[in-house]
């Protein structure tokens, strides 16, 4: 059985994800500790694309939320998309990092705990990249009702995460055991964090998001990505079909 996630460590993932804001990009590019050869890093950039071209087609519109926006790969998408982002990050050094990397006068930046935020408005779509892996499965549920109580009925929803996959992550971390939910994550100067990471069972994950209000598909790459694409339900539609 997984055990529940201590509160103080989501305290701790804030910190780090404050502390790794200048090398999280070293991540997504493959650099430094997650450079893992040629083949390898060939094959996630092949991913990556996928990942963007599925992204790309949903083609969103109006005001759109993003949560956990990071340093900005999806904002950016966003901002020639939509009419306007708000993009919601417990990191300030993130969100300065997002401004930097993406002008417009069309995003709104927002510092705020997502385990304690709530929408102030409702938008025409939501996007997190990377965030559903820091929700441990007792919260999954909730969060994700939190979240459809900002979309409209009909807006579209993406989310992408990684699979459990070794080379994903930097060659100095271990990934969790199938009943843990903490890992140790480290940053270049060897300071080590616990932090929050689930590798949610698709299925699962699928059921829950449903439940919540949201009609999703997930898919995955080959080696590296799942990705959920869908829309906001109209209120009690999957109930009255199930």
Known sequence: MTSSVPANVFGEMIAYYRARAAEYDQWWNRQGRYNRGADLNDRWFRERQQVYSAFDAIAFSGHVLE???????????????????????????????????VAGDNIRRIVADLFEWSPDRIYDGVVFGFWISHVPAERLATFLQTVAGAVRAGGPIFFVDGLKEPSSTAADHVLPKET?????????????????????????????????????TVKTTPTYFYYGIGTRTIQGELHEHK
Do not use: Y
Not at 67 to 86: N, Q
Not at 184 to 190: A, E, I, K, Q
Not at 192 to 207: M, N, P, Q, S
């Open 180 to 216: 843990e939910q903490i890992m140790t994550r480290n940053l270049n100067d060897g300071r080590a964090f616990g932090i929050v990471k689930c590798f949610h069972d698709l299925r699962a994950l699928t059921d829950i998001c449903n439940d919540a209000g949201f009609q999703i």
């Open 67 to 101: 949560l956990a926006p990071g340093t900005g790969t999806w904002t950016r998408r966003l901002a020639h998309m939509a009419d306007s982002v708000t993009a919601i990050d417990a990191s300030p050094e993130m969100l300065e990092l997002n401004r930097a990397n």
